[in-house]
C-alpha cells in the first residue's frame, strides 16, 4: 500500500527558513517522480517543485525558484522540500505526491505552513 506522510510544517516568520519532510512506504521512491503541491486557504492547488525519477533531475514553479530546494533521500525512502526566505504568501498546506502514470498522482495528508510575524 503507498502512503506518503509529510511532517515538518509549522509557524515561520517572513524570511525565514523551514525543512518540509515526507516518509514514504509501498514503493521505492527513487524509481517515480515526486512533486510537492501546495494549497493556500480559497485557493486552487499551486504545483512547487518535480524531482523526477532516476537521476532525479528538479523543477520549480516561477514563484519559489531560488529559494526552494526539493530533494530525496532513496536510503531513507524520504522526499523533502528545503524552504528558504519563506515570504506569506507561502502560506499552504503543502503536500507530497507520487506519480501514477497517465496524469494521476497520489497525496498525502499535508502539513501546515503559516509565514507570519
Known amino acids: 500500500e503507498v502512503q506518503l506522510v509529510e511532517s515538518g510544517g509549522g509557524l515561520v516568520q517572513p524570511g525565514g527558513s523551514l525543512r518540509v519532510s515526507c516518509a514514504a512506504s509501498?514503493?521505492?521512491?527513487?524509481?517515480?517522480?515526486m512533486r510537492w503541491v501546495r494549497q493556500a486557504p480559497g485557493k486552487g492547488p499551486e504545483w512547487v517543485s518535480v524531482?523526477?525519477?532516476?537521476?532525479?533531475?528538479?523543477y520549480y514553479a516561477d514563484s519559489v525558484k531560488g529559494r526552494f530546494t526539493c530533494s530525496r533521500d532513496n536510503a531513507k525512502n524520504m522526499l523533502y522540500l528545503q524552504m528558504n526566505s519563506l515570504k506569506p504568501e507561502d502560506t499552504a498546506v503543502y503536500y507530497c505526491?507520487?506519480?501514477?502514470?497517465?496524469?494521476?498522482?497520489?497525496r498525502g495528508q499535508g502539513t501546515q505552513v503559516t509565514v507570519s510575524s
Open positions: 509501498g514503493f521505492t521512491i527513487g524509481n517515480y517522480a
Open positions: 524531482i523526477n525519477s532516476g537521476g532525479g533531475s528538479t
Open positions: 505526491e507520487k506519480s501514477e502514470g497517465g496524469g494521476r498522482w497520489s
